[in-house]
């Protein structure tokens, strides 16, 4: 960061204005862009999509900003050829979602960023749920509040979970009697009912919850552990984000277009 040249670079892309500006660094070799792009978000506090070649590239570049002291990172996934069909258990599907809700939640530009997306072209080729699409798929559910098992079950079939004894897999869920375990690929939860902001609303990995039924309302909603079956900690809401939702033209966009103003658009030339 003591660097001359870093130093102008910082300078130079905190000085323009968002969607202006284009600094180009030549003689760069291994993983100094990588370095760079870290020392960016660092410097900056601003959200940057580094753009990578290959589909395997943007692994390895997430492990590189990791290494170099990024704290926030994701990776854009991407289908090898065509889009696969809609399917709650497509982990690909699944991180996708998680990716396009936590940069959404990144807006306006006046919000701090620190958080880089590292994603191959292809990724940004294939088309993605427009936010509020996921927001309209979710289905809610809340302790103490009325809603049927056999309302959850059908929402859960509509959306492609996989009906099974006993969960193991993101995307399935199992049934008995008044208890509904789902194995959401994504979820967005609260643990107590104080108000979250959209930047407070935490985007969770792939979860296990059991859902516990008293007639047509919901008695409790806490977490498993899939090595026992067991139920632990209590969630006072959770929504499910449905991994097929999005599948209309009309509900679709590209990933640049939900992007902040002042996102730092990375890539290394080959």
């Known amino acids: 960061g003591r660097d001359k040249i870093v130093s102008e670079i910082i300078s130079r892309l905190k000085s323009a204005k968002a969607g202006e500006g284009v600094v180009k660094v030549e003689g ?115 302790t103490d509040r009325e809603k049927s098992p056999e309302v959850v079950v059908e929402w859960l079939v509509e959306n492609g979970f996989e009906r099974v004894e006993r969960i193991d897999l993101p995307g399935q869920f199992a049934r008995r009697g008044g208890i509904v375990d789902i194995y959401a690929p994504l979820v967005l939860k609260t643990q107590d009912s104080r108000p979250k902001t959209q930047d407070q609303a935490p985007a969770s990995e ?33 929504r499910i984000v449905s991994a097929v939702c999005g599948t209309k033209a009309e509900q679709r966009e590209l990933f640049l277009n939900i992007l902040p103003e002042n996102t730092v658009i990375s890539s290394k030339s080959l």
């Open 206 to 238: 792939a979860e296990a919850v059991r859902v516990e039924f008293f007639g047509d309302s919901i008695e409790s909603i806490r977490e498993i552990n899939l090595d026992t079956q067991r139920s632990s900690q209590q969630i006072e809401s959770i």
């Open 28 to 142: 760069t070799w291994g993983s100094f862009a990588r370095l760079l792009t870290a020392c960016i978000s660092e410097k900056t506090s601003r959200p940057i999509l580094y753009i990578c070649p290959h589909i395997d590239d943007a692994d390895r570049a997430a492990d590189d900003l990791y290494t170099f002291g990024g704290e926030r990172i994701d990776t854009f996934s991407a289908w090898e050829g065509e889009e696969d069909l809609a399917d709650a258990t497509d982990e690909i599907r699944a991180e996708r979602l998680k990716t396009v809700y936590r940069v959404s939640c990144l807006a306006p530009s006046s919000r701090k960023g620190e958080f880089i997306v590292a994603a191959p072209i292809q990724a940004l080729c294939q088309p993605i749920p427009k936010p509020e699409a996921i927001e309209a798929s979710c289905l809610r559910l809340e």
